[in-house]
């Protein structure tokens, strides 16, 4: 009786869990095919391709604390820039912004350039691109304007890529970095200690398996980091659309064909599990077989490890209910 209670439980549980998970990727979809919609309207009338603006709108999304718009579009521009130094006012008519040399525009045609307007948003970074051109070089220029940071021109012009790549902004899925069928362990060593090159904290989870195993990329992205380091021997570095840097380390080899520059999907096969590291390149044997997995995260100012465990363990539980 009390196993049936357990049972019952469970299928409870799971019919609740996917009762509220159903309404929320709805939602989200619907959320995307809107955004989708604004990008493509934008680019109709600006010649500057979707795919840069919703990489913009992205790359926002994940370092802006507050956004202007509570709607759909993440893309905020400081009131200074938007409506010029000393339009104290902050007057949304477009001719007095431009008395005031501000770059806020009216992109659907009320005559207003509101800053917390989605569609004068996306049409007032687009004219901004424009003034350096619509190529794919002026854009990247426009892009370190704007920001004058490299990494995040970098990561912007990754997730463009990666958007037009696949002609879509909905990209959910995720993969474990190993097969299923592969023997593999492990456990949340995030924050030990090591001691290799001084003193320093564990900055991911190691899998334990065999020399050989197959190792794939756990999310769309594109290939940021590729070759040797003393501590991660061969490693490759994968930077996806959510900002996050996945880290593969210690491995045997690479894929055939793997560069910089690629991008992958969630699946995609871009070396071997080794014990590659802890010294000058071909250094390997020094401990057991695994793959080290990290995670970091870039806030637009920094950048920061964070714990991946809890992912790996839900991208198991995943890809086991695959099978």
């Not at 350039?113 to 070089?137: C, K, P, Q, V, Y």
């Not at 970098?154 to 995720?174: E, P, V």
């Not at 790996?312 to 995943?318: H, I, M, P, V």
Request: proline share 4%.
């Amino acid at each position: 009786m009390k196993n049936r209670l357990k049972v019952g439980t469970v299928v409870l549980l799971f019919i609740l869990t996917l009762c509220h998970s159903l309404p929320v990727q709805a939602e989200e979809e619907t959320g995307d095919k809107d955004k989708m919609g604004l990008y493509k309207k934008t680019e109709a009338v600006t010649q500057i391709p979707w795919y840069y603006l919703a990489a913009i709108d992205k790359y926002e999304s994940n370092t802006q604390k507050e956004t202007a718009s509570d709607k759909l579009i993440s893309i905020t521009i400081s009131n200074e820039l938007w409506y010029g130094a000393g339009n104290t006012g902050l007057h949304p008519a477009e001719e007095q912004i431009a008395v005031f040399n501000g770059f806020g525009r009216d992109g659907n045609g009320d005559g207003l350039a509101e800053h917390t307007n989605d569609e004068d948003i996306l049409f007032t970074m687009a004219s901004w691109i424009n003034r350096s051109g619509n190529n794919r070089e002026d854009i990247k220029i426009a892009i370190w304007k704007y920001y004058q940071r490299e990494l995040s021109v970098q990561t912007i012009m990754n997730i463009a890529k990666i958007y037009k790549k696949f002609g879509t902004i909905t990209l959910k899925d995720r993969d474990f970095p190993l097969p299923m069928n592969a023997n593999f362990s492990y456990r949340n060593t995030w924050g030990d200690a090591r001691g290799f090159g001084g003193r320093r904290i564990h900055e991911g989870t190691d899998i334990f398996a065999n020399y050989g195993v197959p190792v794939k990329a756990t999310t769309y992205g594109v290939v940021e980091m590729k070759g040797w380091n003393r501590y991660g021997g061969w490693r490759i570095g994968i930077r996806d659309p959510n900002s996050n840097y996945h880290y593969y380390a210690h491995l045997n080899g690479y894929q055939d064909g793997i560069k910089v520059g690629d991008v992958v999907e969630p699946g995609t096969v871009i070396g071997s599990v080794g014990a590659t590291g802890y010294g000058p390149p071909g250094t390997s044997g020094k401990f057991p077989p695994h793959l080290h997995y990290g995670m970091y995260k870039d806030n637009g100012y920094s950048e920061w490890s964070f714990d991946p465990y809890p992912y790996l363990k839900n991208w198991e539980r995943t890809a086991r209910n695959k099978k």
